[in-house]
Nanobody, 124 residues
Framework: QAQLVESGGGSVQAGASLRLSCAAS??????MGWFRQAPGKEREFVAG????????DYADSVKGRFTISRDNAKNTMYLQMASLKTEDTARYYC???????????????????WGQGTQVTVSS
């Protein structure tokens, strides 16, 4: 079972950039994704990526500002966030599938492994 550990969160001003990392304890040849959850709101899909990095999907709210990537040699996935807005404030979670597939679905039930999350706070 893969263990996922997120890092890179923090408190920044609007317009700033941050890069989140998700380190997996073992090689995961499956789709991975980022989700976020703000206080009082449901967890929502942010971005997803297949094993090769050839397919990447984004929520409309982050398209053009966030970039998902992965380095399979390091068992690590990244989320480069630019032009951050106050509405991006949330706890960000890394997720991975266990079956070698990537569906591109924004449904959190498509993922089997989850990290503990890292907090991102954007102030105006």
């Amino acid at each position: 079972q893969a263990q996922l550990v997120e890092s890179g969160g923090g408190s920044v001003q609007a317009g700033a950039s941050l890069r989140l990392s998700c380190a997996a304890s073992a090689r995961t040849s499956s789709g991975m994704g980022w989700f976020r959850q703000a206080p009082g709101k449901e967890r929502e899909f942010v971005a997803g990526i297949d094993w090769s990095g050839g397919q990447r999907d984004y929520a409309d709210s982050v398209k053009g500002r966030f970039t998902i990537s992965r380095d399979n040699a390091k068992n690590t996935m990244y989320l480069q966030m630019a032009s951050l807005k106050t509405e991006d404030t949330a706890r960000y979670y890394c997720a991975a599938r266990r079956d070698g597939y990537y569906s591109g679905s924004p449904d959190s039930t498509s993922y089997h492994y989850w990290g503990q999350g890292t907090q991102v706070t954007v102030s105006s």
